[in-house]
């Protein structure tokens, strides 16, 4: 394949990533409200069997209970921010695979990568105003914006050393 036939397809297969990942977020935010707790405690229940196996916790059927109530909320949450750094990474190599050709910055890329993710992140919200159960909030953006941010950083402080 001609090396510059090969370039214009990589830049536009290196969003691919990005829109397999922002699908995923789509179809996990489609869930009703009762679906999307049955799997979360079913996360829940999956790490508390996994600290149990390696010894770090001893576990009775009662406990396994109350415990995944009180995790419920951090695994959920922890989760928004692992898929909004997923999808921030994502969006970052496909600007990435395009800085070379428009001649962007790559502190413009961050910017950009970071600015497109938390969109995705406020899209995702107003689409759960409209599934049974859901609720669209500010604070859930705040909480997907966390993980974006910190991979921000990092490569920030990566660029400048």
């Not at 001609?2 to 990942?21: D, I, N, Q, S």
């Not at 829940?44 to 009180?70: D, F, H």
Request: aromatic share 12%; hydrophobic share 50%.
């Amino acid at each position: 394949m001609h090396e510059k036939t090969f370039r214009y397809y990589k830049k536009y297969l290196a969003w691919l990533p990005a829109l397999f990942v922002a699908a995923a977020i789509f179809y996990f935010s489609a869930q009703p409200a009762d679906v999307s707790t049955e799997m979360s405690d079913g996360v829940t229940t999956l790490l508390l069997k996994i600290a149990e196996a390696v010894g770090l916790l001893e576990l009775s059927p009662n406990l396994v209970g109350r415990l995944c109530e009180q995790l419920s909320t951090p695994v959920r949450k922890c989760a928004h921010i692992t898929e909004y750094m997923i999808l921030h990474v994502t969006i970052l190599f496909g600007l990435y695979q395009w800085s070379e050709d428009v001649k962007v910055n790559r502190v413009q890329w961050l910017k950009y990568a970071w600015i497109m993710t938390v969109v995705y992140a406020m899209t995702d919200e107003v689409h759960q105003l409209f599934v049974q159960g859901r609720a669209g909030r500010i604070s859930d953006v705040l909480i997907d914006s966390i993980g974006v941010t910190i991979i921000t950083v990092l490569l920030w402080k990566k660029r400048q050393k």
